[in-house]
């Protein structure tokens, strides 16, 4: 009886450590902790083109719609962005860090703005 009892409390911590790694670990917890702390963060899953990305950026929301190029090999060829704000205002130079980020992954995409206007620096 002791014996079974010890098997069932180990099953259920190890179920429990699963859980909790596998809590701290999601992705989207990552993001909303970045949007929180005002940081650079992209969450997109690269291996799903015709899924949307979402990224942040000093609190701000965006989300980005990626197309594909229609030969034998996809490949991300055009983005477009826009904010979840309506009419959000960033300087312009921002909006290079961000379309750099975007960049390192899909190097060959080109990146169109939606709703988002660029102030001078």
Excluded: C
Excluded at 55 to 64: A, N
């Amino acid at each position: 009886m002791i014996v079974l009892i010890r098997g069932f409390i180990l099953i259920l911590l190890i179920y429990l450590a699963y859980n909790i790694i596998k809590y701290i670990t999601h992705p989207k917890r990552r993001f909303e902790y970045a949007r929180r702390r005002h940081q650079l963060y992209l969450l997109d899953e690269k291996d799903q083109i015709q899924k949307n990305f979402l990224l942040t950026y000093k609190g701000m929301v965006f989300e980005g719609e990626k197309f594909t190029n229609p030969s034998s090999r996809p490949q991300v060829v055009s983005i477009f962005i826009w904010p979840h704000q309506e009419s959000t205002i960033i300087p312009s130079h921002e909006v290079k860090i961000l379309e750099q980020h975007i960049l390192q992954q899909y190097p060959n995409a080109h990146i169109d703005w939606k709703n988002v206007q660029a102030a001078p620096k």
